[in-house]
């Protein structure tokens, strides 16, 4: 309104000086690519103790806790066609929400009951997501966890989703432990025919993993599971920048103080046990979107390098990953979003 008075020069320096006083730290923007959402901790209920919930539901305060700490995306991870079917359902209700379909390494057995059924109820998931799916996963091999399904039946699902991918034009969201030498001999086979390759995410392989991994084209996801040990730090630091992705995996993978990486966090937010339980409060060892600011902060210090000009980078591999339309025209839109903030 008081545009007629003054230059146009002056008024872009009295804008600048207005932003440099009042906002001193430019607002981050995150999307976390891998939250289990469903998870029944987000509904009290720990150690799948039904009948005991240690709380209400919160999920609700959850997210907001997200959105206020720069979240504008968050991709719900879904593990088994159940788990798939209800992210999707939880996705369709914010337009901020997404979800995956897949079948996790650990769940194979569940696969193994009727095979066919079980690849066409993906399928009927991915068909009916439309754009609210924007991975194939969760699937992989996880060698640390056999007692839930054997060696053998996973590397036939990883397989068996790795074919029926094939049929979908999207990204994979990937799952490897302990298992590497298997994992990277299938993944190099089926890499070619994969056009929008995907992330190995959780991350907590070798150097020489990430290297081949990037190399046929893949991303890496890393969470507080990856920043565990020295060596997890030292792997971190050379993947190569425009391979790297931010998740929390959560209600999982936190950043605990005993992990090698907590030195570097800076942002802490408070939190109580569960039976003490409050709206505003985060909960003691469940993981939750908003934390996705330490993994930012640990990834940026160990590498050396500015957090927020590496935060806006791994926003782009973000969104070039899963949201390529978007990338197509965030460009004038941040164009038009800076203009305007300095005027
Ligand atoms: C995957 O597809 C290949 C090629 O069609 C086939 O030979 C293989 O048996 C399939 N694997 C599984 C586990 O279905
Ligand atoms: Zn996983």
Redesign the pocket.
Known sequence: MHTNLLTAFGLLSFCRLFHLQNTPSFKMKFIDIGANLKDGMYQGIYNGKTENPKHEPDLEHVLRRAWDAGLHKIIITGTNVADSQSALKLAQSDERLYSTVGCHPTQCTEYESD?DAYSQSLDKLIREGGNKVVAFGEFGLDYDRLQYCPKEIQ??????Q??LSLNHNLPLFLHCRNAESDFMRIIKEYAPKLSRKGVVHSFDGTTQQALDLTDLGFYIGINGCSLKTIENLEVLKSIPEDRLLLETDCPWCEVKQSHAGYSYVKTKHDNVKNMKWVPDKMVKSRNEPANIVQILEIVAAVRGVDQERLGSKIHTNTLRLFFPHELAHSDTTNHADGTERAV
């Open positions: 095979p590397l036939k699902y990883f397989e068996k790795l074919n």
